[in-house]
């Protein structure tokens, strides 16, 4: 029988995953990464249990504080708008996933995220709850090993599979906060972990219009409350040299070329331009075709419609069709 090492957590994901797996007749181990408390480390362990599926615990409170916690912070510190689950698929999850996987002699690696896999490729999932642009930093070789069960379900189909199968998770509130910051305050958490920038100029068209409480409060695309010449204003850039936030109107927000750096390639990285789509925030509705042009290991991506508020730290995400190609980092230069 054919092992694979599922990501566990006794969520409903993981748990239909779990069983659909097991339907397709794969051997399935379960590992949880251990990076919260006693609580649920526990219900992991129970959830496994009952659906009589062996489970591993591997704590990653290390791993996690030096590949995902601390760059986190410190991209906010530069001020930028990171998102914290695409650092740790790559850096923790899927690496743990496949080096336990590895141990035990398991030819594949599984979760629960919403998408497709098919030859080593990764594929959109249903647009209602696509998961595709979180994977967009797997290496290859993760990509190789994956299995995606769910990828060609939609949630509320999993929820009453789960039903069907008498689960506890079946109506278990989805997971939305950082799990390294379950209350959702990452402000507060920001603060907790030592200095953070002083205050500093809200800038509109070049003047200073107020003052801020220090740029990791912030993120671009922000509405700010109040209005300019009777206009709203959003956050337009925020600029950590300076220690000054940019304000603009709404249509200012919008721009047809974006630059990303670090680019990971799921395929084989080209040498002249080529035509894509792009995602520059997890959203399934904006996904403009493009031109992309490789610059080494950074790309410029110029849109046939208008993306709105690309903002740096965040991923730029390509896609080929429904194939995922692969993303990086979007910056200024």
Known sequence: MTKVVLGFSGGVDSAVSAELLKQQGFQVLGLYLDNAGE??????QEAAELRGIELEVLDVHRQLEEQVCRPFSESYLRGETPNPCIICNPRVKFRSLLDCARRVGAEFISTGHYARTEAGKIYKGRPSNDQSYML???????????????????KVQVRAMAEELKLPSAHKPDSMEICFIPDKNYIR???SRGTVPPEGDFIFHG??????EGIHRYTVGQRRPGLIDGRK?????IDPVSNSIELALWEELF?????????????E???SPIRASVRVRHTKWENPPCTVYPEGDKVSIVCDEPVRSPAAGQS???YDGEQLLGGGFICEK
């Open 255 to 267: 721009k047809t070329q974006v630059r990303a750096r670090d680019f990971n390639w799921l395929v």
């Open 136 to 154: 967009c930093r797997l290496t290859r070789e993760q990509a190789e090993h994956l299995l995606l069960p769910l990828g060609n379900f939609e």
């Open 189 to 191: 958490w920001l603060e």
């Open 207 to 212: 003047q200073a219009v107020g003052r801020h």
């Open 39 to 44: 609580a649920e480390r526990l219900a992991a």
């Open 316 to 318: 730029a995400v390509l």
């Open 269 to 271: 990285a080209p040498s």
């Open 233 to 237: 204003v959003y956050i337009s850039r």
